[in-house]
Nanobody
C-alpha cells in the first residue's frame, strides 16, 4: 500500500525557513516524479515544485523560484522542500504527490500546515 507522509510544517516568522519532508513507502520511489503542491484557504491547489525520478531535474512556480529548493534522496525514499525567505503568502497546507505514467501512480499525502506570520 502506498503511503506518503509529510512532516516539517509549523509556524515561522516572515523571512524564516522551514524544511518539509515527505517519506514514501509502498512503491519504487526512484521511478516516480515527486511534486510539492500547496493550498491556501479559499484558493485552488497549486503546484509549487517538481523533481524528476532519476535525473533530478527540477522546476518551480514563479512565486517560489529562488526561495524554495526541492530535492530527493532515493536511498531514503524521501523528498524535501527547503523553504527560505518565507512570506505570509506562503501560508498553506503543503502536499506531497507521487506521479508515474507506467505503471500508473498518482498518490497524495495528507499534507502539513505551514503558517508564516509575525
Amino acid at each position: 500500500q502506498v503511503h506518503l507522509v509529510e512532516s516539517g510544517g509549523g509556524l515561522v516568522q516572515p523571512g524564516g525557513s522551514l524544511r518539509l519532508s515527505c517519506a514514501a513507502s509502498g512503491f519504487t520511489f526512484s521511478s516516480a516524479v515527486m511534486r510539492w503542491y500547496r493550498q491556501a484557504p479559499g484558493k485552488e491547489r497549486e503546484l509549487v515544485a517538481h523533481i524528476t525520478s532519476i535525473g533530478g531535474s527540477t522546476n518551480y512556480a514563479d512565486s517560489v523560484r529562488g526561495r524554495f529548493t526541492i530535492s530527493r534522496d532515493n536511498g531514503k525514499n524521501t523528498v524535501y522542500l527547503q523553504m527560505n525567505s518565507l512570506k505570509p503568502e506562503d501560508t498553506a497546507v503543503y502536499y506531497c504527490n507521487a506521479l508515474r505514467h507506467a505503471p500508473s501512480l498518482d498518490e497524495w499525502g495528507l499534507g502539513t500546515q505551514v503558517t508564516v506570520s509575525s
